[in-house]
């Protein structure tokens, strides 16, 4: 079965300029999250989808983010215009019901260098 | 608001030796907690996942173990290895809700 899967891996871009991020979460799974994990820290929620509902995006800097998921599946994040302070990994995360907490699992992530 | 600790922040032992990793949460109304290791450019892999109303789960040489009331939970790694050396971190689940909160980690270097 195939886990998580993420695009670009890597992405380097001046400062003002837009960018975004692909995620495909594990067949099946309905809840989505887009995670954002600074240096030397632990990853902090973006933004979590239930199918194609955003039921939680109170962190998603909302001036500048945006992120989509139309038919439940895939997802897209993206940023405009990007900052210095952007630089990080983005991952992506799925799971199956919200209700149970179940397990989530985790993409590869994107890291993103802004200059 | 939910606030995760790992201690130690690095840990650096000798190949074959036990050791422990410590994650302490500030609310105890949790749903479950996670443990997950990270190595270097790489995304996150689920290690073990404790229900609230469980004690502990052991997966290999990894044992975990959760005090609810306490705020409190271990990683224990038996007979450690080179390849074990990561970064693990320890993140719980609201109740009720699946976002979850992450500590900063523990890296660990296990030499040869």
């Known amino acids: 079965e195939a886990g998580v899967v993420q695009s670009p891996r890597y992405k380097i871009i001046e400062k003002k300029q837009p960018v975004a991020f692909w995620c495909n979460p594990i067949?099946?799974?309905?809840?989505l999250y887009w995670y954002r994990q600074n240096l030397g820290q632990g990853p902090e929620l973006l933004i979590r989808?239930?199918?194609?509902?955003?039921?939680?995006d109170s962190q998603l800097p909302k001036d500048r983010f945006s992120a989509e998921r139309l038919k439940g599946v895939d997802s897209t994040l993206k940023i405009q215009p990007a900052e210095l302070g952007d630089s990080a990994v983005y991952l992506c995360?799925?799971?199956?019901?919200?209700?149970?907490?179940?397990?989530?699992?985790f993409g590869p992530g994107t890291r993103l260098t802004v200059t | 608001k939910q606030e995760v600790t790992q201690i130690p922040a690095a840990l650096s032992v000798p190949e074959g030796e036990n050791l422990v990793l410590n994650c302490s949460f500030t609310?105890?109304?949790?749903?479950?907690l996670q443990w997950f290791r990270q190595d270097p450019g790489k995304g996150l892999t689920s290690l073990l996942l404790?229900?609230?109303?469980?004690r502990e789960q052991t997966s290999g040489r990894l044992n975990a173990s959760l005090d609810k009331s306490s705020g409190r939970s271990t990683l224990y790694i038996a007979a450690s290895q080179p390849g074990d050396s990561a970064t693990y971190l320890c993140?719980?689940?609201?109740?009720?809700?699946?976002?979850?909160?992450f500590g900063k980690g523990t890296m660990l270097l296990v030499s040869p």
């Open positions: 995360a799925s799971s199956l019901t919200p209700a149970f907490s179940y397990e989530q699992y």
């Open positions: 067949s099946g799974h309905n809840t």
């Open positions: 989808y239930e199918n194609e509902e955003a039921v939680d």
């Open positions: 609310d105890s109304a949790i749903y479950n």
């Open positions: 404790i229900q609230s109303s469980q």
């Open positions: 993140a719980v689940s609201k109740s009720g809700y699946s976002t979850l909160t």
